[in-house]
Protein backbone atom coordinates (compact mmCIF):
# COMPACT_ATOMS: atom_id res chain seq x y z
CA UNK A 1 0.00 0.00 0.00
CA UNK A 2 1.52 3.37 -0.66
CA UNK A 3 1.57 6.24 1.87
CA UNK A 4 3.70 9.05 2.49
CA UNK A 5 3.52 10.14 6.12
CA UNK A 6 4.54 13.23 6.99
CA UNK A 7 6.02 14.13 10.59
CA UNK A 8 7.49 16.93 12.95
CA UNK A 9 5.19 19.66 12.51
CA UNK A 10 3.99 21.26 15.88
CA UNK A 11 4.11 24.75 17.84
CA UNK A 12 7.30 26.54 17.75
CA UNK A 13 7.92 30.48 18.66
CA UNK A 14 9.14 32.92 15.77
CA UNK A 15 12.85 32.18 15.20
CA UNK A 16 12.78 28.91 16.12
CA UNK A 17 13.01 25.68 14.27
CA UNK A 18 11.57 22.49 13.25
CA UNK A 19 12.42 19.24 11.12
CA UNK A 20 9.83 17.78 8.64
CA UNK A 21 9.75 14.46 8.00
CA UNK A 22 8.11 12.30 5.06
CA UNK A 23 8.29 8.71 5.36
CA UNK A 24 7.19 7.18 2.32
CA UNK A 25 5.92 3.12 2.09
CA UNK A 26 5.12 1.04 -0.80
CA UNK A 27 7.54 2.17 -3.31
CA UNK A 28 11.00 2.99 -4.03
CA UNK A 29 11.60 6.10 -3.05
CA UNK A 30 15.13 6.56 -5.07
CA UNK A 31 12.71 6.46 -8.77
CA UNK A 32 11.11 10.00 -7.28
CA UNK A 33 11.30 13.18 -7.08
CA UNK A 34 9.53 14.87 -3.89
CA UNK A 35 8.11 17.99 -3.68
CA UNK A 36 7.01 20.05 -0.61
CA UNK A 37 3.74 21.57 -0.46
CA UNK A 38 2.16 24.11 2.26
CA UNK A 39 -1.08 25.08 2.39
CA UNK A 40 -2.36 28.33 4.73
CA UNK A 41 -5.57 28.75 6.31
CA UNK A 42 -7.58 30.79 3.00
CA UNK A 43 -4.93 30.43 0.61
CA UNK A 44 -3.80 28.65 -2.08
CA UNK A 45 -1.48 25.79 -2.32
CA UNK A 46 2.08 26.70 -2.61
CA UNK A 47 4.68 25.02 -3.48
CA UNK A 48 8.16 25.40 -1.48
CA UNK A 49 10.39 23.14 -2.48
CA UNK A 50 11.46 19.96 -4.70
CA UNK A 51 14.25 17.73 -4.71
CA UNK A 52 15.24 15.18 -7.81
CA UNK A 53 15.73 11.54 -7.82
CA UNK A 54 19.79 12.07 -8.38
CA UNK A 55 19.50 14.46 -5.23
CA UNK A 56 21.23 17.00 -7.20
CA UNK A 57 18.89 19.27 -8.06
CA UNK A 58 16.75 21.46 -5.20
CA UNK A 59 14.56 24.09 -5.90
CA UNK A 60 13.11 26.47 -3.10
CA UNK A 61 10.44 29.02 -3.82
CA UNK A 62 11.66 32.63 -3.11
CA UNK A 63 9.44 32.64 0.02
CA UNK A 64 11.80 30.25 1.97
CA UNK A 65 14.95 30.25 0.17
CA UNK A 66 17.91 30.67 2.82
CA UNK A 67 15.63 29.59 5.45
CA UNK A 68 14.48 26.14 4.55
CA UNK A 69 16.72 22.74 3.57
CA UNK A 70 15.48 19.69 1.55
CA UNK A 71 17.30 16.30 1.67
CA UNK A 72 16.92 12.84 1.18
CA UNK A 73 17.73 9.58 2.43
CA UNK A 74 16.43 6.85 0.40
CA UNK A 75 18.05 4.20 2.47
CA UNK A 76 15.64 5.34 5.19
CA UNK A 77 12.59 5.73 2.84
CA UNK A 78 12.87 9.62 3.81
CA UNK A 79 12.72 12.78 2.59
CA UNK A 80 13.42 15.76 5.49
CA UNK A 81 12.71 19.58 5.27
CA UNK A 82 14.54 21.66 7.84
CA UNK A 83 13.10 25.19 8.48
CA UNK A 84 15.12 27.63 10.67
CA UNK A 85 14.58 31.25 10.86
CA UNK A 86 10.43 30.07 11.06
CA UNK A 87 8.18 33.11 10.97
CA UNK A 88 4.12 33.23 11.25
CA UNK A 89 3.90 33.72 7.75
CA UNK A 90 5.32 30.38 7.72
CA UNK A 91 2.22 28.82 9.76
CA UNK A 92 0.87 26.05 7.71
CA UNK A 93 0.10 23.01 7.09
CA UNK A 94 2.79 20.81 4.84
CA UNK A 95 2.33 18.47 2.55
CA UNK A 96 4.99 15.95 0.62
CA UNK A 97 4.35 14.47 -2.61
CA UNK A 98 5.78 11.75 -5.02
CA UNK A 99 6.71 11.95 -8.50
CA UNK A 100 8.46 8.69 -10.40
CA UNK A 101 11.22 9.76 -12.79
CA UNK A 102 12.99 6.87 -12.58
CA UNK A 103 16.40 6.94 -10.62
CA UNK A 104 19.09 9.91 -11.30
CA UNK A 105 16.92 11.87 -12.84
CA UNK A 106 17.84 16.06 -12.57
CA UNK A 107 14.61 16.98 -12.51
CA UNK A 108 12.21 17.70 -9.64
CA UNK A 109 9.91 20.45 -11.33
CA UNK A 110 6.56 18.35 -12.62
CA UNK A 111 2.92 20.27 -11.80
CA UNK A 112 1.46 16.67 -11.34
CA UNK A 113 2.12 14.16 -8.29
CA UNK A 114 1.13 10.74 -8.66
CA UNK A 115 1.27 10.14 -4.35
CA UNK A 116 0.37 12.87 -1.61
CA UNK A 117 0.67 12.87 2.03
CA UNK A 118 -2.11 14.02 4.34
CA UNK A 119 0.04 16.80 5.70
CA UNK A 120 1.20 17.71 9.09
CA UNK A 121 0.54 21.67 10.60
CA UNK A 122 3.35 23.70 11.27
CA UNK A 123 2.05 26.72 13.85
CA UNK A 124 4.78 29.53 14.55
CA UNK A 125 2.98 31.58 17.06
CA UNK A 126 4.85 33.36 20.45
Known amino acids: QVQLVESGGGLVQPGGSLRLSCAVF????????ITWFRQAPGKEREKISC????????HYADSVKGRFTISRDNAKNSVYLQMDSLKPGDTAVYFC???????????????????WGKGTLVTVSS
Open 26 to 33: GFTLDDYA
Open 51 to 58: ISSSERTT
Open 97 to 115: AAVFTGRDSYDCHYSDMDY
